[in-house]
């Protein structure tokens, strides 16, 4: 019924948690070429965020209907991250393949979360 949907949640909380840990533990950015210690700060707070999103997918993923706001969040953030990874990789601030690799795989997401994304059912009137 609603489990593709939900392994699409899963899938989104494992692989951010995943980039959030490597990222708050090693110090180091997964994308970005040049980590100073002004980055790797930056790194650590940005896996902050992946593991904070992560939880967000994983509570969503329990119980989806309870919380729509918290489906659009999760929606908008693999969107806005794939843009500033474009980004990212036409300043050349990141590598180009690992850069479009992980912006492709974010656009890929969100196009599955459009179409895996229970719709509601309305019944017509009489």
Excluded at 67 to 94: K, T, Y
Aim: hydrophobic share 55%; charged share 10%; proline share 5%.
């Amino acid at each position: 019924m609603k489990s593709p949907f939900r392994a699409l949640l899963v899938l989104g909380a494992a692989v951010s948690i995943a980039i959030g840990v490597w990222a708050v533990v090693s110090g180091e950015s997964v994308l970005i070429k040049h980590v100073g210690a002004d980055m790797a700060a930056i790194a650590r707070m940005y896996g902050a965020v992946m593991v904070a999103i992560g939880i967000g997918y994983a509570i969503a993923a329990a119980q989806p209907h309870s919380g729509r706001g918290l489906l659009v969040v999760l929606f908008a953030s693999p969107a806005i991250s794939a843009v500033v990874v474009v980004a990212s990789v036409a300043r050349s601030e990141i590598p180009a393949g690992r850069g479009l690799a992980f912006a492709i795989y974010q656009f890929a997401y969100c196009l599955l979360y459009f179409r895996t994304y229970p719709r509601v059912r309305t019944n017509p009137a009489s």
